[in-house]
């Protein structure tokens, strides 16, 4: 049995677009399996072969493009800390990217397990986590993402 299969599912898809501002074909977390606000989340994202990307990344070898890995593991980030109390509502974007690695490729058919854990989070507007995508308990990409509150 995968991961998958056998996690229970803290957060389904519909709560996830009430806690995320994403919409397709942007929104790039389809169930959370782990989930403890302030401090990490684990979560999933099924690859399949009609996400608009593969259309032309590329038609003959459909291969998920890096930036959209790294898109779904700072998503999983946002999660972390949508439910903190302490936070100012609005909108939590990219600050920065660093470290990031890709290991492996990712392709249709593939799940990423997506963990992610909050490292710093300063004047609460400033944040940084330390996130990883695996498939089938293979690293395929890892690194740290930082984020600020916009007004």
Avoid: W
Avoid at 10 to 26: C, D, K, M, N, W
Avoid at 57 to 79: C, D, K, S, T, Y
Avoid at 111 to 136: H, M, P, W, Y
Wanted: charged share 20%; proline share 7%; net charge neutral.
């Amino acid at each position: 049995m995968t991961e998958s299969t056998t996690s229970k599912v803290v957060l389904t898809s519909e709560q996830i677009a009430g806690l995320l501002p994403h919409r397709y074909p942007f929104a790039l977390v389809d169930r959370v399996i782990a989930h403890e606000p302030g401090v990490s989340a684990t979560a999933i994202k099924n690859v399949t072969m009609n996400e608009p990307q593969f259309q032309g990344h590329f038609p003959e070898r459909p291969l998920m493009p890096g930036v959209l890995i790294v898109e779904a593991m700072a998503q999983v980030g946002g999660l972390i800390v949508t439910q903190m109390p302490d936070l100012p509502k609005g909108l939590f974007v990219f600050a920065g990217i660093d470290g990031v690695r890709f290991r492996r490729p990712v392709v249709p058919g593939d799940q990423l397990v997506i963990r992610c854990e909050l490292l710093s989070l300063k004047r609460n507007r400033f944040g940084k986590v330390k996130a990883e995508a695996t498939v089938d308990g293979d690293l395929a990409c890892s690194g740290e993402l930082m984020f600020s509150l916009v007004d």
